[in-house]
């Protein structure tokens, strides 16, 4: 079983709309949990980090985690063709080793 | 948020030559920096974990002496690809951590290296 499980899609919404992206995990001592975008041939950026449970919001952007159902989440609201991307799911222990999910690919249609 | 720049963006080198690769954390002291190979629509693989001052530690299955690290700064860290091999052409990342209550990791931009 891997560490974190990620749904790779593809993912495609029309502009405008809600996004939900999820990750499942295995290693109830995750405690840091990120969200990386990634655009093609660039390396990824860090859009939100959540430490232990609970949720976090940044403009469009919310993480939400749920420790007890080991479950990691990012809403992206009023979706622009701009977030086109794929969305990397990351967590570690204690900061010194990470561990990604194979990325989810979303296109958002104008 | 931490500013991670790398260097070259890209590189096309001939078969059996080495090349260097550059990883610089601008704004932090980066006291462990990753380095991580990409496939096209693939994820991120871990080569290998960098520390300052010290051997680096590799993945299993990565060579150590195809793939050479070196972090002898606080803000530097270098991959070197010796003996370049077609196969060896790929997306690859640097990824330097942020010490603190963040304790998270910032990319560079990447580089992509093709061997001809």
């Known amino acids: 079983q891997k560490e974190v499980e990620q749904d790779p899609g593809p993912l495609s919404v029309p502009e405008g709309a809600i996004v939900s992206l999820n990750c499942t995990y295995s290693n109830s001592a995750f405690q840091y949990f990120m969200w990386y975008r990634q655009y093609s041939r660039k390396g990824p950026e860090l859009l939100m980090y959540?430490?232990?449970?609970g949720n976090k919001e940044d403009g469009r952007f919310t993480a939400q985690v749920d420790k007890s159902s080991k479950y990691i989440s990012l809403f992206i609201r009023d979706s622009q063709p701009s977030d086109s991307a794929t969305y990397l799911c990351?967590?570690?222990?204690?900061?010194?080793?990470?561990?990604f999910g194979t990325g989810t690919s979303l296109t958002v249609i104008p | 948020g931490a500013v991670v720049s790398q260097h070259p963006s890209r590189v096309i080198c001939k078969s059996g030559t080495s090349v260097k690769i550059e990883c610089r954390s601008l704004?932090?002291?980066?006291?462990?920096m990753f380095w991580y190979r990409q496939f096209p629509k693939q994820s991120l693989m871990l080569m290998a974990t960098?520390?300052?001052?010290?051997?680096?530690?590799?993945e299993q299955g990565v060579e150590k002496d195809k793939f050479l690290i070196n972090h002898a700064s606080l803000t530097l860290s270098t991959l070197t690809v010796t003996s370049a091999h077609p196969e060896d052409s790929s997306f690859y990342i640097c990824?330097?951590?942020?010490?603190?209550?963040?304790?998270?990791?910032?990319f560079g931009e990447g580089s992509w290296l093709t061997v001809v």
């Open positions: 959540t430490y232990s449970s």
């Open positions: 990824s330097a951590r942020v010490r603190g209550p963040g304790n998270t990791i910032y």
């Open positions: 704004d932090f002291q980066a006291t462990t």
């Open positions: 960098s520390n300052e001052g010290s051997k680096a530690t590799y």
């Open positions: 990351a967590m570690s222990v204690a900061g010194n080793q990470f561990y």
